[in-house]
């Protein structure tokens, strides 16, 4: 009796300084497994399988909003991959604030975060506080947005979309659109956060394809932050100033032509047929939209790509190079297949 007790604790203790040894020895370590395929392929439900793992990897995530249904989508993708993945994610949301954004990295500093990832609200302003992130050793992983910096060392990889191009898909469906109309085609454009790269680049894209026209004009142009309501009045006062010589809308994005419509339907108008409507994103509600007629094509921008960044995380912590940039692939939708499309829309 008195043997066995002496035996039990005797194995107890030898548990004890075994588990000391393999904290000792494993503390701060990730031994991680790359799941990601030849092709660039990552499963969503990849297992963080850490061999020795005393503590998971821990990403400080610094979103930049929750202003529209492809942010809050791309929110859940990251969110989700995360968690697949055995990840920890600290997770802050800047409401378009740049300072906030500021905090949120500042924090992650404090914290001894493993990766940084943020999504840039605007593009400039950001070569100070990644020096920081540099010089505490972290690295930092770009999501969605750019930023414009003279030491393109203080990020690894910007994992997001090609906004010029998604513009210059736009140019092109208006170009085709109106081939048969004669001139002046009067646009209106709103464009997205000010200073921002998709607002940026999707000006940029589309103006560089509409060119090829003369008697397509952008008779006015202004911010709207990607958000349903100011989509809505920003569209309303283009309304009160042009009202029905605005022949087609060019939205940065699908909130903005959510908000847009309801303005055009009270100025007593029709979307889709008085007005011609251009958006990007590819959301549902835009899709359903498209379905009834009021919006007759929507390029898509894809927010999905959470698995892709914590692979990114991963591959990053195990030293490898990454490419300076992933780019997602994308598509255009126009009011012919809609109903087709429509039930399948993710976000
Ligand atoms: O198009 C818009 C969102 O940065 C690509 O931001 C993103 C854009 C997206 O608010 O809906």
Not at 14 to 38: C, E, N, Y
Not at 76 to 101: D, P, Y
Not at 126 to 141: F, Y
Not at 151 to 170: C, H, M, Q, W
Request: hydrophobic share 40%.
């Amino acid at each position: 009796m008195r043997y066995n007790r002496m035996k039990g604790i005797g194995m107890l203790l030898l548990i004890g300084m075994l588990l000391v040894w393999f904290r000792a020895s494993t503390d701060g370590k990730h031994t991680v497994q790359t799941t990601i395929a030849a092709n660039g392929h990552v499963p969503d439900s990849a297992p963080q399988t850490s061999k020795f793992k005393m503590r998971p990897i821990v990403v400080g995530f610094s979103q930049l909003g929750s202003e529209s249904d492809w942010r809050k989508a791309n929110t859940r993708s990251i969110q989700e991959a995360a968690a697949n993945m055995g990840i920890t994610l600290l997770f802050k949301n800047a409401e378009q604030s740049q300072e906030k954004q500021f905090e949120a990295i500042r924090e992650f500093i404090a914290r001894k975060v493993d990766v940084i990832a943020i999504s840039p609200v605007i593009e400039s302003g950001w070569e100070a506080i990644l020096q920081e992130a540099k010089e505490a050793g972290i690295p930092v992983i770009l999501s969605d947005r750019s930023v414009q910096i003279r030491d393109p060392s203080l990020y690894v990889t910007l994992i997001g979309s090609d906004f010029n191009e998604e513009g210059r898909k736009a140019g092109k469906y208006l170009l085709d659109k109106v081939r048969d109309r004669p001139g002046p085609v009067r646009i209106v454009e709103l464009q997205g956060t000010a200073g921002s790269t998709p607002s940026i680049e999707r000006g940029k894209g589309f103006r560089a394809i509409i060119q090829k026209r003369r008697d397509l004009t952008i008779i006015s142009s202004a911010p709207a932050d990607f958000t349903v309501e100011q989509g809505q009045t920003v569209m309303q006062r283009m309304l009160e100033k042009y009202g029905p010589d605005i022949d087609v809308l060019y939205a940065h994005n699908d909130d903005m032509a959510l908000g847009a419509i309801t303005a055009i339907e009270q100025y007593g108008l029709q979307p889709g047929k008085d007005i011609v409507i251009l958006s990007v994103d590819g959301t549902k509600r835009a899709f359903q939209r498209m379905v009834q007629g009021k919006i007759n094509a929507v390029v898509e921008c894809n927010p999905m790509f959470g698995s892709i960044l914590m692979q990114a995380v991963k591959e990053t912590l195990e030293g490898r190079t990454l490419p300076k940039k992933l780019v997602m692939p994308e598509s255009i939708f126009t009011d012919a297949l809609a109903d087709k499309e429509v039930d399948s829309r993710q976000y």
